[in-house]
T-cell receptor, first 114, second 108 residues
Framework: DTEVTQTPKHLVMGMTNKKSLKCEQHMGHRAMYWYKQKAKKPPELMFVYSYEKLSINESVPSRFSPECPNSSLLNLHLHALQPEDSALYLC?????????????FGEGSWLTVV | KNEVEQSPQNLTAQEGEFITINCSYSVGISALHWLQQHPGGGIVSLFMLSSGKKKHGRLIATINIQEKHSSLHITASHPRDSAVYICAVMKGAQKLVFGQGTRLTINP
């Protein structure tokens, strides 16, 4: 199983809503990532979890709250988002970091904030 | 100036042509990744390189660490190769730095 599964595929939410994006992998990877990608731009790193602990937060606004409940799951909790947060959110995983290891991406969650 | 520069930004070719996409980077790296992204959004890892050359099917990737340059080649290109190809380098322990991507269109 070399899949990273993300749900939902599409999400439309209002600025006052609370929602969550979910990511799951069963490859035994100990590093998991959240990226944000705007149209026609490369992905931008948001968070990195290593061994279920947050190791990198790229100064992401607190309206995005990551959570790693166990080694296979990664959540991104969303609250009070702005329309400019509309983007493709990509989850990825790798074996203990990307230095010398293949990184596996999910299909992404398309988020629209209205 | 971006730490990872790709060229060209857009490339249109006819089916069967040999394709080359270039990537130059300005930081020290331990690995370089070539990724493919289709319009649906998902990203697929094509290669991870730390030296030399790798080949997978019609795809070949090379890296020259001294010159800080990598190339991705596609032989006998096909319309299904149409996608965005992204070069990314590992900076620090866990951070990938991405190039702007090359949008490739192969016409039948």
């Amino acid at each position: 199983d070399t899949e990273v599964t993300q749900t939902p595929k599409h999400l439309v939410m209002g600025m006052t809503n609370k929602k969550s994006l979910k990511c799951e992998q069963h490859m035994g990877h100990r590093a998991m990532y959240w990226y944000k990608q705007k149209a026609k731009k490369p992905p931008e790193l948001m968070f990195v979890y290593s061994y279920e602990k947050l190791s990198i937060n790229e100064s992401v606004p607190s309206r995005f709250s990551p959570e790693c409940p166990n080694s296979s799951l990664l959540n991104l909790h969303l609250h009070a988002l702005q329309p400019e947060d509309s983007a493709l959110y990509l989850c990825a995983s790798s074996q203990e970091g990307t230095a010398g290891n293949t990184i596996y991406f999910g299909e992404g969650s398309w988020l629209t904030v209205v | 100036k971006n730490e990872v520069e790709q060229s060209p930004q857009n490339l249109t070719a006819q089916e069967g042509e040999f394709i080359t996409i270039n990537c130059s980077y300005s930081v020290g790296i331990s690995a370089l990744h070539w990724l493919q992204q289709h319009p649906g959004g998902g990203i697929v890892s094509l290669f991870m390189l730390s030296s030399g050359k790798k080949k997978h099917g019609r795809l070949i990737a090379t890296i020259n660490i001294q010159e800080k340059h990598s190339s991705l080649h596609i032989t006998a290109s096909h319309p299904r190769d149409s996608a965005v190809y992204i070069c990314a380098v590992m900076k620090g322990a866990q951070k990938l730095v991405f190039g702007q991507g090359t949008r490739l269109t192969i016409n039948p």
